[in-house]
């Protein structure tokens, strides 16, 4: 079972030691118990302050395998939101370039991504536009989305940094809702083994059984 709460906990409990370790672009980073919940706590403050995020949210995070990504499904699961997976399958992995890859036909309510510029394009071109759209930076130590913004996006660093540090209100787990979602299959947070070695899904599995998790750049 994929266990948010769980994995917050864990989390929380470990304090300083080093429990995600990320290696890639030329960074190597290690971030604590402690940092990785923060992170996360805010992740969810933001997705329940602007959307009002619970179960049925559907969020699409288009990121590649990264420590943001990472705490960015923690912060939705912590919600109760599901995380749509692209239409190729969960095994598949962002593409760096070209149109974002066909998700699930049902509208997102949340586009979190890298790279805002080709989903502008979709959505210009007729895709309909989710209620929140944010744009991720990958390098570990940024501040802000480097260069402007469209309209209506959030800053990934900037609006995320400034929710509290401590999780506020948030819905009740429910082991039946959605964690997971692709083309015309779904999965609940009791049953995610489809997808229980795809980033994010097994870094979380690992930090709620009390494990470390490594994520590293694809090669």
């Known amino acids: 079972m994929l266990d948010p709460d769980a994995a917050f906990s864990s989390l929380l409990a470990s304090g300083p030691r080093p429990r ?3 290696s890639g672009g030329g960074e190597q980073l290690e971030l604590s118990g402690r940092v990785c919940a923060t992170w996360a706590a805010k992740v969810a403050n933001l997705l329940v302050e602007e959307i009002d995020a619970g179960p049925n949210t559907r969020v699409h995070l288009d990121l590649p395998p990264h ?3 990472v705490v960015w499904a923690l912060g ?3 919600t109760g939101s599901c995380l749509v997976l692209p239409d190729d399958g969960p095994d598949a992995t ?3 370039d070209g149109e974002p890859r066909p998700v699930a036909s049902a509208p997102l309510d949340v586009v979190v991504t890298s790279r805002p510029g080709p989903w502008e394009e979709t959505w210009a071109a007729g895709r309909a536009r989710p209620e929140l759209a944010v744009a991720v930076p990958l390098p570990s130590f940024a501040l802000r989305w480097p260069g402007d913004l469209a309209s209506g996006w959030l800053d990934g660093a900037v609006d995320v940094a400034a929710q ?3 999780l506020g209100p948030v819905a009740a787990f429910r082991p039946d809702a959605v964690a997971l979602a692709g083309a015309g299959w779904h999965a609940p947070f009791a049953d995610v083994t489809r997808a229980a070695r795809v980033t994010p899904v097994a870094e979380v599995l690992a930090l709620a059984a009390g494990a ?3 994520v590293r ?3």
């Open 67 to 69: 420590w943001r990504t």
């Open 212 to 214: 470390s998790a490594d």
């Open 164 to 166: 509290p540090d401590a």
């Open 217 to 219: 750049e694809p090669r």
């Open 76 to 78: 939705a699961w912590l």
């Open 94 to 96: 962002p593409a760096p």
């Open 20 to 22: 995600l370790t990320w």
